[in-house]
């Protein structure tokens, strides 16, 4: 015999059908969900600050609902998806699906419920006595490097805004997390000299010099993973490092003139990345010399693609005590993805993650949240207005 759950409102789930029909995949622009939840919060007048990217194509939004003497609390979501390209889906990934106890459809878990939960509290909230504000934070391309939501957290600090703390509605299946990795991105392009291969001593091969500085990396990836202090809360409790792609050359018969390769740091909290990243270089720099000794304009370069940091929170932090206490779930430990929650704790704005749905189905063909985890959200959200109410 089946035992009764939990079951999301109709209001709820219109909402999430509302933001998953908005293909906001992070090359594309987010400007229609934007646009539609601006509108929306000034349906029940509620002012929405736009911080448009360089294109003016994508867009952060942070609005303020209510008033009060005390500090408010934030409630953060990133607007962007990835995409769909390649994938074999049994539904259509832009249209929310209910198929048996869950629903369907690019963002469901990652992470649209929780922003819907978030918008949905908002008449709530403004129903409420309340002495502090709620303020709603959503950015863009978070999926590519958390890169809008560094200009929403500088808008923050402009206008000298002071937060009670910030609960960033990652998938953790309602429970608290409090720590996570850093993340960072990084590219090596290598310039040498074509030759024909029956010459290779006249060229200079960017793949072999490629080569050599990728086992460099491997061989600091096994220096951390026998050295660094080991964190058991996380699932690989140690600082790894990898090469993700690499192109080069044209022809099995032509010493290659160009290669590139990309290269990641998932970082423990705390960790430096910088110091990696400039060990790596300070490596390429000893292999340039005989570079230049074949072909003087040769090159290695590196670039940054992404970069954001780890975070550590204590179970005892006012922020996490409030998630624990709205969610009924202990605080989860760490998980190795990263977040947005690094960036807002790295300002100074206290920190947690905690939303619906299961972080394995983020990214996947057939992505779904169990509708039980929406429900489970909309009652955190009841429980937030309630304490809020009572203080």
């Known amino acids: 015999m089946e035992t009764n759950r939990l079951q999301p409102s109709a209001e709820l789930m219109a909402m999430i059908e509302r933001l998953v029909g908005f293909p906001t995949v992070s090359r594309d622009s987010n400007l229609g969900l934007i646009e539609w939840v601006r509108d929306y919060l000034a349906g029940m007048g509620v002012t929405s600050r736009l911080t448009y990217d360089s294109t003016g194509k994508k867009a952060n939004l942070f609005a303020t609902v209510g008033e009060g003497s005390r500090a408010g609390l934030v409630l953060s979501g990133h607007t962007d998806v990835v995409p769909v390209d390649g994938q074999i889906w049994d539904t259509d990934p832009f249209k929310a699906t209910v198929v048996g106890d869950k629903l369907y459809g690019r963002g469901t878990a990652d992470m649209k419920g929780f922003i819907a939960n978030a918008l949905l509290l908002v008449p709530k909230y403004l129903a409420a006595k309340t002495d502090a504000p709620l303020h709603i934070a959503l950015s863009y391309d978070e999926e590519v490097g958390c890169i809008g939501v560094r200009s929403l957290i500088r808008d923050l600090t402009e206008m000298g805004l002071k937060t009670a703390g910030c609960i960033v509605g990652e998938p953790t299946m309602m429970q608290p997390i409090i720590a996570h990795k850093g993340t960072h991105r990084f590219r090596c392009c290598i310039t040498g000299r ?114 954001a940091p780890g975070m550590s929170a204590e179970e005892s932090d006012a922020i996490v005590q409030l998630a624990v206490g709205l969610s009924r779930n202990k605080p989860n430990g760490a998980v190795s993805y990263g977040t947005e929650a690094g960036l807002f704790h790295q300002a100074g704005i206290p920190s947690v993650i905690c939303g619906p749905g299961d972080i394995e189905q983020a990214h996947r063909p057939n992505e779904f949240v169990a509708l039980e985890q929406l429900a489970q959200c909309e009652q955190f959200m009841t429980r937030l207005v309630e304490t809020e109410a009572s203080r």
């Open 194 to 307: 074509e030759a024909h291969s029956s010459y290779t001593t006249q060229g200079v091969n960017s793949i072999e010099y490629a080569a050599r500085i990728i086992v460099y990396i491997r061989q600091m990836a096994d220096r951390l993973a026998q050295l660094e202090t080991r964190d058991y809360a996380f699932t690989v409790p140690f600082t790894t490092l990898q090469t993700g792609t690499i192109k080069g050359g044209i022809a099995s018969n032509i010493v290659p003139k160009d290669c590139e390769f990309n290269f990641e740091a998932r970082t423990m909290p705390g960790a430096s990345a910088d110091r990696m990243y400039q060990e790596i270089q300070d490596f390429a720099a000893t292999l340039l010399p005989e570079m230049l000794r074949v072909e003087p304009n040769a090159v290695i370069a590196f670039e940054m693609l992404a970069s």
